[in-house]
């Protein structure tokens, strides 16, 4: 009879620490959301403008010189 109870608790116990050790972590990441702006006037929520998307940075056209070319060049 003491058995079978040290068992059952051993059991539970076991049962227990194992949800506990558990990763807690949530899987991906969660969304941060923006709070809405009402109309000062009608007190509804108003849609926000699309902001203008800025151009990609351009490319580096001219090319560095290494300290070798340059050496070079004081030496001509």
């Known amino acids: 009879m003491a058995d079978l109870v040290g068992d059952i608790v051993s059991n539970v116990v ?3 620490l194992q949800e506990i050790l558990k990763k807690t972590a949530k899987k991906g990441t969660t969304r ?3 709070r809405q702006t009402r109309s000062t006037t009608t007190g509804r929520f108003v849609r926000k403008t699309t ?3 800025k151009a990609p ?3 580096q056209v001219s090319r560095r010189r290494t300290a070798a ?7 001509r």
């Open 51 to 53: 902001k203008r998307v």
């Open 69 to 75: 070319k340059r050496s070079r060049q004081r030496t």
């Open 57 to 59: 940075a351009r490319k």
């Open 14 to 16: 076991k049962g227990v």
């Open 32 to 34: 941060r959301r923006k």
